[in-house]
T-cell receptor
Framework: SQQGEEDPQALSIQEGENATMNCSYK?????LQWYRQNSGRGLVHLIL?????REKHSGRLRVTLDTSKKSSSLLITASRAADTASYFC??????????FGPGTRLSVLP | NAGVTQTPKFQVLKTGQSMTLQCAQD?????MSWYRQDPGMGLRLIHY???????DQGEVPNGYNVSRSTTEDFPLRLLSAAPSQTSVYFC????????????????FGPGTRLTVL
């Protein structure tokens, strides 16, 4: 089964609104990463949060990590049409590979 | 730096044909991996490598082979293509390998869109 599970599967918002996506996982992690994928393209790394961190910011992105609940959230503030994409979380669970969730499809309507 | 490159970008095969998807990175990353992504789905790990000469199976390895003779290259071979292998294939690299301090940022290639008829 997937280590990371994003929620919701799909999200539609208006430009200027905030978008929040959640990721849950099952086992202890070394770190958790968020990626963006524009349609038909490769994944682009957005932000990484380590197991001993609780919150990180990068521009309009804010990521939180709650290791007690085994969950993370990605907040995109003041969304733009260009933020329309699929967003994936991936975990490094001290194994020999990274495990991806199924993703959240975000649509930002002008 | 070119980052992670993949060739070809598109490929159509007939059932039973074989081919090799090429992947190269110029960042001296020890960890490389191959994923497949089916429509509307996440990424599933096919094979991965933690260094030259070392490869291992991921979640969906059947029908695929890999080798890692150099740090830079990690080709994926389809032995006898089947329609179920129609997918988009992504190669990725990172340093250090998962599980180690400082791991996490993966760099992805642009993908190869494969159709098997």
């Amino acid at each position: 089964s997937q280590q990371g599970e994003e929620d919701p599967q799909a999200l539609s918002i208006q430009e200027g609104e905030n978008a929040t996506m959640n990721c849950s996982y099952k086992t202890s992690i070394n770190n958790l990463q968020w990626y963006r994928q524009n349609s038909g393209r490769g994944l682009v790394h957005l932000i990484l949060i380590r197991s001993n961190e609780r919150e990180k910011h990068s521009g309009r992105l804010r990521v939180t990590l709650d290791t007690s609940k085994k969950s993370s959230s990605l907040l995109i503030t003041a969304s733009r049409a260009a933020d329309t994409a699929s967003y994936f979380c991936a975990t490094d669970n001290y194994g020999q590979n990274f495990v991806f969730g199924p993703g959240t499809r975000l649509s930002v309507l002008p | 730096n070119a980052g992670v490159t993949q060739t070809p970008k598109f490929q159509v095969l007939k059932t039973g044909q074989s081919m090799t998807l090429q992947c190269a990175q110029d960042m001296n990353h020890e960890y490389m991996s191959w994923y497949r992504q089916d429509p509307g789905m996440g990424l599933r790990l096919i094979h991965y490598s933690v260094g030259a000469g070392i490869t291992d199976q991921g979640e969906v390895p059947n029908g695929y082979n890999v080798s890692r003779s150099t740090t830079e290259d990690f080709p994926l071979r389809l032995l006898s293509a089947a329609p179920s292998q129609t997918s988009v294939y992504f190669c990725a690299s990172s340093y250090p390998s998962p599980g180690l301090a400082g791991s996490g940022t993966q760099y992805f290639g642009p993908g190869t869109r494969l159709t098997v008829l």
